[in-house]
């Protein structure tokens, strides 16, 4: 790849969201990607093979928490944004283990920042202006609606609840120091719960789809009426773009698909779904499985976003409702045998029995 090309750095590119981010912005976007990924368990080469022969893309395996390596990536490969996506993303395990949720997300986001204020010190003129860090984080830094609360706005107060949440919250907050310290052109999102292709099957939406068709229990935490705003991972990859071409330095836009639903009922959507897909399936009708388990402790009851600032000042909307999304998130799962049988290997078992006693 030449020095002083068009390119743009993401990290955590091989994970979920940051893999359909790499496909959909070489589908839409002319300039390079340069992806820096770690390759923890989360982190998959294999959702980036039809990128590989694009010489436009080039992947990397490293720590964000690797100074030197930051630096001489920015030098050498000098990209007009940082798309940072890198992170320990799994509520779940970040109760069970904390420690690498604060590695990566705090001390992981600090380095990239600190590399990223030298390199961007060091810029002139029109590369100094155009340059911008785009932080990825979650509606979860919010923390948790009664029933009947307004939807998060971006100037609702941050009160996290799990290690996950706290960890994201303190990474939004040094994002946000480093503009009003230092004059980093950042940008950070908050968005509400993704789903789609790639998604690791330890998250809600790919596990019930793999254990409703492998005729296993659907483990459906407490009472099943916790509330989640589903956005298709396409939508979101859409909004972070316009961010990161439109978005104002030092904001910060929520993103959501104001598609509230409650996890059982997400649950029975894919069930009916799968009854009329595989009706051969080993349990029918799907729903038999579903098996309410133990709460997560410190379970969020609801999140819900507002999404008017990016809708009205950005443009954006999402082009997915949850019926539609939904559908093409089954199909994918259901086509795509050999990615699953790549993911559910032997971490992914240990993680299973550990989680469910399965
Ligand atoms: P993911 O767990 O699927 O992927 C994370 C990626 O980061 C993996 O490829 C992993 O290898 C990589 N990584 C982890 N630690 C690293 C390190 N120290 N250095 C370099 N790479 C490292 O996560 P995701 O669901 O794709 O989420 C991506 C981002 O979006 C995260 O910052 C998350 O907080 C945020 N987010 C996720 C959702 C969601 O519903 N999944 C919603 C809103 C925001
Ligand atoms: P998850 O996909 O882990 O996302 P998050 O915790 O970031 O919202 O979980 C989505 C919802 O589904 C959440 O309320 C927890 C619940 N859940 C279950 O009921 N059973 C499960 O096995 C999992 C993984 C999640």
């Keep these: 790849m030449e020095k002083r090309a068009d390119t743009i750095l993401v990290t955590g590119g091989a ?6 981010f790499i496909l959909h ?7 390079n990607v340069v992806n820096l990924d770690k390759l923890t368990y989360a982190g998959n080469p294999a959702n980036l093979l039809s990128a590989s022969s694009d010489r436009r893309y080039k992947f990397l395996q490293g720590d964000i928490c690797d100074r030197d390596l930051i630096a001489e990536l920015l030098i050498t490969h000098r990209p007009r944004a940082i798309v940072h996506f890198a992170a320990e993303s799994h509520v779940d395990r970040s109760i069970h283990g904390p420690d690498d949720f604060i590695r ?6 600090f380095s990239l920042l600190e590399e990223a204020r030298e390199y961007w010190a060091g810029l002139t003129g029109a590369e100094k202006d155009a340059f911008r860090f785009l932080h990825v984080s979650t509606d979860e830094v919010y923390g948790s609606l009664g029933p009947e609360d307004a939807a998060f706005t971006e100037s609702t107060r941050y009160s996290p609840n799990s290690p996950y949440s706290a960890s994201k919250a303190a990474s939004d907050h040094l994002v946000r120091a480093y503009f009003h310290t230092y ?3 950042v940008l950070t999102t908050n968005c509400s719960n993704n789903y789609g292709p790639f998604q690791f099957p330890e998250k809600l939406i790919p ?10 229990p659907i483990p459906v935490y407490g009472d099943g009426q916790n509330v989640r705003d589903w956005l298709f991972v396409t939508d979101h990859c859409e909004a972070i773009r316009s961010v990161l071409t439109r978005g104002k330095g ?20 894919i069930c009916s779904a799968l009854d009329e897909l595989r009706p051969n399936d080993p349990v029918m009708p799907h729903a038999k499985l579903i098996t309410f388990v133990t709460d997560r402790p410190g379970h969020d009851r609801r999140y819900a976003m507002n999404a008017t600032k990016i809708e009205s000042e950005l443009g954006w909307k999402p082009r997915e409702t949850f019926e539609t999304g939904i559908r093409k998130t089954i199909l994918w799962y259901l086509e795509n045998d050999a990615w699953i049988q790549g993911v ?3 971490a992914y078992r240990q993680w299973m029995a550990t989680q469910y006693s399965l």
């Excluded at 990566?104 to 986001?109: K, P």
């Design 15 to 20: 994970g979920f969201i940051g893999s359909n």
């Design 183 to 185: 004059g980093l052109p």
């Design 250 to 269: 030092g904001e910060t836009y929520n993103i959501g698909g104001r598609n509230e639903v409650k996890n059982l009922d997400v649950v029975n959507s």
């Design 207 to 216: 596990l019930v789809i793999l254990h409703a068709i492998g005729g296993k």
């Design 344 to 346: 559910t290997t032997g």
């Design 104 to 109: 990566t997300n705090v001390n992981g986001t």
């Design 25 to 31: 912005w070489l589908a839409n976007e002319s300039a």
